[in-house]
């Protein structure tokens, strides 16, 4: 099954963990605290309303990440630094399967994105949507995401735990592709 198809078929806590993994392994460029986001993953685990963890993840986030971390990795980190914020502004205070389901396909495709951004093995390579082969990065992320929603889909409620190890890994390793392009280009250009 193709991760749409995936998505597709996500009830309200699948897509909303979906949109929120994607989110979360992207967290690095905003120079984040992996700690924020943990309010709104409890909020799936209890079904609890996230919309004040949320409104305190984007207080703390959108600030983050600003013109002197966009320029950090040059032009293709700033693009994906500004990707990142947008997900995080457009994440829907109202987490219901409507509200929800645009949401984290736009993050799906955003993380794609930002992922191929940033995968030194994509330069001057076509866009992932209908290719055999993607980048490796990409490829990782796009495993992570269907991954994500194969645990919620197949384990509901208990697949979060999990489902947030899939994007710590996922985090840990954009972490390291960050701090290599920052090294790489200390001056920005």
Known sequence: MSLEER?????????????????????????????????????????????????????????????????AGGDEHAAAVRLVAHML??????????????????????????????????????????TEDPPPLVAAELRRQITVLELLEGHGKQGLRRALDVSGEGRRVLRAVVSRRARANPSGA
């Open 7 to 71: 998505i597709a078929r996500a009830d309200e806590r699948g897509l909303a963990a979906s949109g929120l993994a994607c989110l979360d392994r992207c967290l690095p460029l905003l120079d984040g605290d992996e700690e924020l986001l943990r309010p709104l993953w409890g909020s799936l685990a209890d079904g609890s309303d996230w919309s004040a963890p949320l409104e305190k993840a984007r207080g703390a986030l959108l600030g983050l990440g600003g013109e002197e971390a966009a320029g």
């Open 89 to 130: 502004d457009t994440a829907p205070a109202e987490r219901t399967a409507e509200a929800v389901r645009p949401w984290a396909e736009s993050c799906s495709a955003v993380s794609l994105r930002v992922h191929r951004l940033l995968d030194p093995a994509a330069e001057g390579a076509p866009d992932p949507a209908g």
